[in-house]
């Protein structure tokens, strides 16, 4: 049945899912993982449209033990750029040890786990764990 509640119909899709599904399975659109990509797509927009603002990144790294974790404000999140739903709000005082230890078990994370098959371009994305400053509410 899948998690759209019914067997959706992909050869003569009818609702917005079941198009989208059909797009995402037909269409072989290159910059998919440029556009999932937490970090290229901030240089992406901030390129294409230059009055959309974007948290800035405050330290990134291909590891947890590259991100400088000295000075951060008191509220920030740790991400990483391939993944979908694995953040973390990080408020002050800043447990370093914490931070890095989090940072490499959401780097260890696979980041095709619980994926439609048609999201497979996360899997071309170079994983990177970075901290943006906080731009809630």
């Not at 609702?15 to 937490?38: C, G, I, M, S, Y």
């Not at 590891?63 to 739903?85: A, H, Q, T």
Request: charged letters at 25%.
């Amino acid at each position: 049945m899948g998690r759209l509640g019914y067997r959706p119909h992909l050869r003569r899709p009818r609702t917005f899912n079941e198009k989208l599904v059909w797009h995402l399975l037909h269409d072989p659109e290159p910059r998919r993982a440029l556009w999932a990509d937490k970090l290229a797509v901030k240089r992406y927009v901030r390129v294409r449209t230059p009055e959309v603002r974007t948290p800035a990144t405050l330290t990134q790294g291909t590891c947890s033990e590259e991100l400088n974790v000295r000075n951060l404000p008191d509220l920030c999140i740790l991400k990483v750029n391939n993944g979908w739903g694995g953040h973390a709000l990080l408020r002050a005082p800043h447990d370093e040890s914490a931070i890095v230890q989090r940072a490499n078990a959401m780097l260890a994370r696979d980041p095709l786990d619980g994926l439609f098959p048609w999201e497979r371009y996360y899997g071309e994305i170079p994983p990177l764990v970075f901290i943006e400053a906080w731009a809630g509410a």
